[in-house]
């Protein structure tokens, strides 16, 4: 069972951080963080399970999922505002907006 | 049970993966959500429920609005530009580490999941991690914010006429 | 309502700042007077703390277990800095609406100000440890802003970025202090650490680290020995900032570090002689440098690190009253000091002395309020400066070894002559070249008199003082003293004669030597040696050129591609894990 968590963590953690480096899309870059920061979460509730202080784990996990949302949010705005003034979504783009 | 679980881990791998590297904005929108549902159940699994229920409604739904709505105002996009990184050193970067993490980490560990009564759990979100509340009170104020950037285009057409003088 | 007027010192300010960063296109005067407002409201609600001096904790904030609380003190050490800080720095900015009529920018000069005086407060009524660091932090990034106000003037930007490093290696040696508080206390309470401490159950080693932490963190701070190079290039800042930052408050807050923890080193062996010989190297290497110099602000800037030096050495003479008194005449002289200066460079346009001269006649008010300070400064009674000079002299007396007794007078004639030789060179002698001499303004006339008066005056304070700090520090052990003890303990001492004689030794030796006082005494090698900072100049620069070049190196490490940065966090993963495969 513990296994197949672990498993899970590991997963997630390797495809979303695979996914950050090669994406080329801002909008992916928003998704890869997601699955990432999912891994994380039930991470942080293993570790929660391995040390018996599953509050502890289970408050943090609340703030994860809130601070979470909160970047898909800004990185959705984000990719909007730097596609409607480049015209594209490439996160080479956003470097070019330095004035 | 153990087969079901590794079932649903199987299947929360697949759509993890799908939605990193399935073409279509909006299909990968649907598999995250896919993905979050999934990690609900293994939260559930894991002894904790209000968790769950929070990932479920913000994870696969929240998100999963917001990213159709943005979805729906920019379009989809292919992008021709080279990779940055090689494909193949990206690939070993990304699983090097957790396999030695993994090499660390599954060494005789087997810890019991057992439900947390939910008055523990209140008792600890609102009087012990008093951190957490404040730093997510910040981060929500931020969330209303980058709604608003998220449906006001005018910040683009200003940058633009400001470009141009 | 202590809690109130804590919160509101410290927010309060910093509302002005943000509300005058945000009115970029306000008109110039509104600017003025919004400051003006905000600033003698805070030194206002300041002086009404001072009322409140107790010893009880007063928790804001609560973070839960572990990160402790954002906790305050109303102790007498934090209260009489913070209306230190905010009535000079209501001074500088009322200082300010002539020194500065006109400058461009002056939403950022004032919000700085407003920014720094917050948290000013705040570093000193915080009981805190990490607070501290924060509140520290924020005044030396408020410091090397000011610094680098005129940031087309490429000295004055280096000068900054000088100040920033340096202190940093300051900040460092404080986060260290922190961060072994936290670790042995299992909580970052100030007092419970100090308390902690005298019971001893803090593992010898470990307090020995936390103590020359912070003994670097404040000799960093405190512009001392070795790092005592960065104060005089920091005079490229608007003079009142100069005044209000690198003389009366921000420099100071070195010696607060010391006097606050200054019980829980006692049992540490060396830290009180390497206080005491940190402030007496300094007070001796920046006098010779005062000599020396003909910049005069650099002249002033000196005597200042001197003076600081005075501070350390009463600490590590044992006498917190000592150095907290000297501290508050100090802050108001040189205050004036500077301000008189500023008047007199926005006057005739130099800081060159040698070109200044018999500036007296042409300026008297300005020139009686800086002979007033100078005189504070040298310690001629019955100015304040010479009986928190006299009382520190005491404590050095008393505390320590009749030879650096010795050297504390040497540094008493050393003080006389180069506060004389600065007065005569702007003031007095022969006019040495035409200047044009401009009206001092009306509101740089009126803060003048008030520091005048407070430097004639601040010493009938000194029974409220000594009271305050016994009955709010009950860890410091102080003993109250009245003020007719006290008077009659310095009027009685006959060492006191002998300090006074040492004052007017210094003039007479300037005086026989005007023309060129160091050539018939003193060697010429320590001339040069005095004019390149003994050596020090140079190390520092190379190191502030290392970070520099460091800096730039890293700059290239952005190539603002988000894959790579994600490869390098990876790369930083694969290196902690087999760190951690390898130790575990």
Same mark, same amino acid.
């Not at chain 3, 006692?266 to 062996?269: A, I, K, L």
């Given at each position: 069972m513990s296994y197949i968590i672990v498993v899970c963590i590991l997963g997630l953690l390797g495809i979303g951080f695979y996914c950050l480096l090669i994406t080329r899309n801002l909008l992916k870059l928003v998704v890869a963080l997601q699955v990432l920061v999912k891994g994380a979460m039930l991470a942080v509730l293993f570790a929660g399970c391995l040390v018996d202080n599953m509050e502890v784990a289970q408050s943090m996990a609340l703030t994860i999922i809130v601070a979470d949302t909160i970047v898909a949010v800004i990185g959705l705005a984000m990719a909007i505002q730097v596609r409607q003034i480049t015209n594209t979504s490439n996160i080479r783009s956003i470097s070019t907006l330095r004035k | 049970m153990t087969l079901i679980y590794a079932l649903i881990a199987v299947a929360l791998l697949y759509s993890a993966h799908k939605a990193t590297r399935v073409k279509g904005l909006l299909n990968a929108a649907l598999w995250l959500a896919a993905t979050s549902c999934l990690t609900a159940i293994l939260m559930y699994i894991m002894g904790s429920p209000g968790i769950a229920v929070i990932e479920l409604s913000v994870g696969a739904g929240l998100v999963t609005v917001l990213f159709v709505f943005a979805i729906s105002i920019i379009g989809d996009e292919k992008i021709e530009s080279k990779f940055f990184i090689p494909p193949l050193a990206a690939l070993l970067m990304a699983t090097i580490p957790f396999i030695i993490l993994a090499f660390l980490w599954i060494s005789g560990i087997s810890p019991v999941f057992k439900n947390t009564p939910a008055d523990i759990l209140a008792n600890t979100i609102w009087e012990d991690r008093k951190v957490d509340l404040y730093l997510q009170a910040a981060l929500i104020i931020t969330g209303i914010l980058g709604i608003m950037l998220l449906i006001a285009p005018s910040v683009a057409n200003r940058f633009k006429k400001e470009r141009g003088k | 309502m202590t809690a109130i007027l804590i919160v509101l010192i410290i927010l309060f300010p910093w509302l002005g700042a943000v509300l005058i960063w945000l009115m970029k296109n306000a008109q110039e005067k509104l600017t003025h007077t919004l400051a003006m407002g905000f600033s003698v409201l805070s030194a206002v609600l300041s002086l009404v703390l001072l009322t409140r001096i107790g010893q009880e904790q007063i928790t804001v904030l609560s973070l839960g277990p572990g990160l402790g609380e954002l906790s305050f003190s109303a102790d007498g050490l934090g209260i009489v800095l913070t209306s230190i800080a905010n009535s000079i720095g209501c001074l500088a900015v009322i200082f300010s609406k002539d020194y500065m009529n006109g400058e461009k920018d002056l939403q950022r000069y004032y919000s700085m100000i407003l920014f720094f005086i917050g948290a000013m407060s705040g570093l000193v009524l915080t009981s805190n440890a990490m607070l501290i660091f924060f509140f520290w932090e924020i005044t030396a990034l408020c410091s090397y802003q000011l610094i680098s106000f005129y940031n087309d003037d490429p000295k004055a930007v280096r000068g900054g970025l000088k100040a920033l490093f340096i202190t940093q290696f300051g900040g460092i040696g404080l986060l260290l202090g922190s961060l072994l508080i936290l670790s042995q206390t299992? !909580?970052?309470?100030i007092q419970q650490f100090i308390a902690a401490a005298q019971a001893g159950k803090i593992s010898s080693s470990v307090l020995a680290v936390a103590g020359f932490g912070l003994i670097a963190a404040a000799a960093a701070k405190s512009s001392q020995f070795p790092f005592f190079t960065w104060l005089p290039d920091a005079m490229e800042a608007p003079t009142p900032v100069s005044a209000l930052i690198h003389a009366a408050t921000m420099v100071n807050a070195g010696v607060y570090l010391l006097c606050r923890f200054a019980p829980a080193f *006692? !049992?540490?062996?060396g830290w009180n002689t390497t206080v005491l010989w940190v402030g007496i190297i300094t007070i001796l290497l920046s006098s010779f440098m005062a000599i020396y110099a003909n910049d005069l602000k650099r002249v002033l800037a000196y005597s200042t690190v001197s003076q600081l030096g005075f501070l350390f050495a009463a600490v590590g003479a044992g006498s917190v009253t000592a150095s907290q008194f000297h501290l508050l005449s100090h802050a108001i002289f040189k205050a004036l000091l500077f301000l008189c200066a500023g008047a007199v460079i926005h006057s005739v346009g130099t800081r060159d002395m040698r070109l200044m001269g018999n500036l007296y006649k042409k300026m008297k008010p300005v020139g009686f309020c800086f002979i007033i300070g100078a005189c504070s400064l040298a310690g001629i009674p019955i100015l304040n400066g010479f009986w928190s000079k006299e009382l520190i002299l005491e404590s050095i007396h008393s505390g320590t070894s009749l030879p650096v007794y010795i050297l504390m007078l040497f540094a008493v004639i050393l003080t006389a002559i180069y506060t004389l030789r600065c007065v005569w060179m702007v003031f007095f002698g022969k006019e040495k070249s035409k200047l044009h001499v401009h009206e001092t303004g009306r509101y740089m006339k009126y803060t003048l008199y008030i520091l005048a008066a407070g430097t004639v005056l601040s010493w009938l304070s000194f029974g409220g003082f000594s009271s305050a700090f016994s009955k709010s520090l009950p860890l410091h052990e102080i003993e109250a003293e009245s003020l007719g003890e006290f008077l009659t303990t310095i009027v009685k001492d006959p060492l006191t004669y002998l300090a006074i004689l040492m004052v007017i030794v210094g003039f007479v030796l300037w005086f026989f030597h005007k023309p060129a006082p160091s050539k018939a005494i003193l060697p010429k090698v320590l001339e040069t040696s005095a004019v390149n900072s003994f050596g020090f100049e140079i190390i520092n620069q190379k190191i502030v050129d290392k970070i520099q070049n460091l800096s730039e190196f890293s700059r290239g490490? *952005? !190539?603002?591609i988000l894959n790579w940065n994600i490869f390098g966090v990876l790369t930083g993963l694969v290196l902690i894990l087999i760190i951690l495969g390898i130790g575990g």
């Open positions: - | - | 299992g !909580s970052l309470n *006692q !049992s540490v062996p490490l *952005q !190539s603002g």
